[in-house]
């Protein structure tokens, strides 16, 4: 069984997810990867789980939380579990390129790969793969999108008002859709 919630982001709303063992899931409306499956899906406004993460999400988006420390339990391969356990030692400000990334995670040289287990994070924000930027320092895909991706290292780096409107298709600053409710 796996529970839901929506959470208002100051970038959109956004559906967490999370089984008993812990958040299986964060993803902003519309993005790359969203889940579709949802026969074993059930809303549950007061799991302590998802209760948490809004919380700490809440935390981090007003600038006084730089660490999660909900429980997490992502389904993934024994590879993304590796380069996503890399990808949370990325401090919060900092950024690391694919191929560093690949590196920390025990498979260098393969940038390509750790970069392809990066797009397939479940739980971005809290597995914090907007971090990860391309060799020469620039933004390269974020499930996301581009726009949050430069919003958030915008928000580490204090660069950008801590709110800020969602971003659309055009990156104008309406409210996004309500993701397809997995019920």
Not at 36 to 46: L, N
Not at 64 to 70: A, D, L, S
Not at 78 to 90: D, E, L, N, T
Not at 119 to 138: L, T, Y
Request: include cysteine; glycine fraction near 14%; charged fraction near 20%.
């Amino acid at each position: 069984m796996r529970y839901y919630d929506l959470y208002e982001s100051p970038h959109g709303q956004m559906l967490l997810s999370a089984t008993e063992a812990g958040l299986a899931g964060v993803y902003f409306s519309g993005q790359k990867y969203f889940p579709q499956d949802g026969s074993e899906w059930r809303r549950d406004e007061g799991n302590a789980l998802l209760q948490q993460a809004k919380r700490e999400l809440e935390e981090y988006f007003a600038g006084t939380r730089k660490r999660f420390e909900v429980a997490l339990d992502p389904a993934g391969t024994p590879f993304q579990h590796a380069v996503w356990k890399a990808i949370s030692g990325v401090g919060y400000g900092e950024t690391i390129s694919y191929g560093e990334l690949a590196r920390r995670a025990g498979a260098a040289g393969r940038a390509r790969a750790a970069g392809a287990a990066t797009g397939r994070n479940p739980i971005g924000i809290i597995v914090p793969c907007h971090r990860i930027v391309g060799a020469d320092g620039s933004l390269t895909g974020y499930a996301g999108g581009l726009e949050r991706k430069r919003a958030l290292l915008a928000l580490e780096a204090g660069e950008l008002p801590l709110y800020s409107a969602a971003p659309t298709a055009t990156g104008a600053g309406r409210a996004s859709r309500a993701p397809r409710l997995p019920c």
